[in-house]
């Protein structure tokens, strides 16, 4: 009973924020868990009809976070290798969306991710169209995974007004 209360309390602050355009809340709760060989939608809001798992995309403003996960090491998976994937139905146009990472799961404690031996932040700014698709797509591969948790910090929003859903996958 708890967890269905919870998830509904989460699904009225992720609706909440998508009806005032703001894209998901930081949820000051438990965040969701990416288990190894799992992934969790960062962006874009689920809904099921059927047995069919439904995601459809957002349009996260500036200075707005994602979804947060927690990224923890398992006895099967030592090491932590996480992917980024974001999906735009069409040209997204020019954006920067960064990676953060923390050690624990307080907004104050995530810093954006820096390519290694730079001070230059991992941060995407366009994405390419897949062949056959249509989508544009933008992906971040990152091996090894420092931080205990993870999300997207949108610095600024896309150009083109464009629903995004981002995966994070290990």
């Known amino acids: 009973m708890r967890k269905r209360i919870q998830s509904g309390v989460a699904v ?4 909440a924020a998508a009806l005032l355009g ?3 809340a930081y949820q000051a709760g438990k965040p969701l868990q990416l288990a190894p060989k799992s992934c ?19 349009q996260p403003a ?4 994602s979804q947060q996960v927690n990224i923890p090491v398992s006895d099967q998976q030592t090491t932590r290798n996480i992917q980024f994937t974001l999906v735009w139905a069409s040209n997204p146009g020019a954006m920067s969306i ?6 624990q799961d307080v907004a104050a404690n995530y810093v954006s991710v820096v390519s290694p031996g730079t001070s230059t932040p991992i941060t995407i700014t366009s994405a390419a169209q897949a ?11 990152l091996n090894p995974w420092q931080g205990n948790f993870a999300r997207l910090y949108v610095a600024t929003q896309p150009a083109n007004a464009v629903n ?7």
């Not at 960064?98 to 050690?103: H, L, N, S």
């Open 98 to 103: 960064q990676i953060q990472d923390a050690d």
């Open 22 to 24: 703001l894209g998901p």
């Open 131 to 141: 062949p056959g698709s249509g989508n544009y797509i933008a992906r971040v591969e």
């Open 164 to 170: 995004m859903t981002a995966l994070v996958c290990r």
């Open 62 to 65: 500036t200075g707005t976070f």
């Open 40 to 58: 969790q939608y960062l962006y874009g809001t689920s809904a099921t009809s059927g047995f069919t798992q439904v995601i459809t995309g957002e």
């Open 12 to 15: 009225f602050f992720v609706l």
